[in-house]
């Protein structure tokens, strides 16, 4: 992001009938440039650092998946109590989901939205998984970061971000799942275009991140992104990195 323009130099050196009066003396030509890889990386460990969040630890990868298909389009509030009531209903295994009614399913996790659509995904994920990989994930995240994410794509319900938080939560692949959160904070910080991809998104901050701390500056990120660098309004007087942030209001 680039602006260039002329700045006028004003001084009130000359007296016209006793009042003092402005005139250009100057001008200077200012061109503000997209931070640097080492400003853009010095943004994200300030983040990690001001935004500290405990990795949580996954349960099993099907839950994980079941949760994640759950937590789209909602918070974590809805999807969590989704979750607890799908809990009391049945036992989260693909050979159980794969016999429910949808129409009892539906109850359970209308809290989650979109819940006529969701029912049926779960259904149906979770037949194709009992019928063609045993009843086991682990014959998809033992792949290859690249195979794995395209055989969970295949899955009814499964789109970049929901393989990558397997991926990276279930298989301990070091990537960067991509929320709105994410995409909004990587895109204001000049790290990716506006215009940018879910993928692009993410290379341009692996690019940034040691393969280790990937998992825990994400949550920070997701922090810092509901906290302070809010869609709508976001708070930039209470940035820790508003000095160098391209978007920055301040």
Not at 207 to 235: T, V
Request: glycine fraction near 4%.
């Amino acid at each position: 992001m680039q602006f260039q323009g002329q700045l006028p130099l004003k001084c009130a050196s000359i007296q016209s009938e006793g009042r003092p009066e402005e005139i250009e003396i100057m001008s200077i030509k200012v061109t503000l440039t997209r931070p640097t890889r080492r400003m853009q990386a010095a943004m994200l460990a300030t983040i990690g650092r001001r935004f500290p969040v405990k990795v949580w630890k996954p349960g099993p990868p099907f839950e994980t998946l079941i949760h994640t298909i759950l937590s789209q389009n909602t918070n974590d509030r809805n999807s969590d109590a989704a979750m607890r009531k799908l809990r009391m209903r049945y036992k989260i295994t693909p050979a159980v989901l794969a016999k429910a009614n949808v129409a009892d399913l539906i109850p359970c996790i209308r809290s989650a939205g979109l819940y006529r659509s969701k029912g049926p995904r779960i259904k149906e994920v979770s037949r194709i998984i009992q019928e063609e990989y045993g009843g086991r994930l682990a014959p998809i995240l033992d792949l290859p970061y690249a195979k794995a994410k395209e055989s969970l794509m295949t899955l009814p319900g499964v789109g970049p971000k929901t393989a990558d938080i397997l991926l990276a939560f279930c298989a301990e692949h070091p990537v960067i799942p991509v929320d709105t959160h994410v995409t909004r904070v990587t895109k204001r910080l000049g790290i990716a275009p506006k215009n940018a991809t879910y993928e692009k998104v993410r290379t341009s901050l692996e690019a940034l991140i040691q393969p280790k701390r990937r998992i825990p500056l994400h949550l920070s990120i997701i922090a810092f992104g509901r906290e302070i660098c809010r869609a709508p309004r976001p708070r930039c007087p209470n940035c820790p990195v508003n000095r160098t942030c391209p978007s920055s209001t301040v």
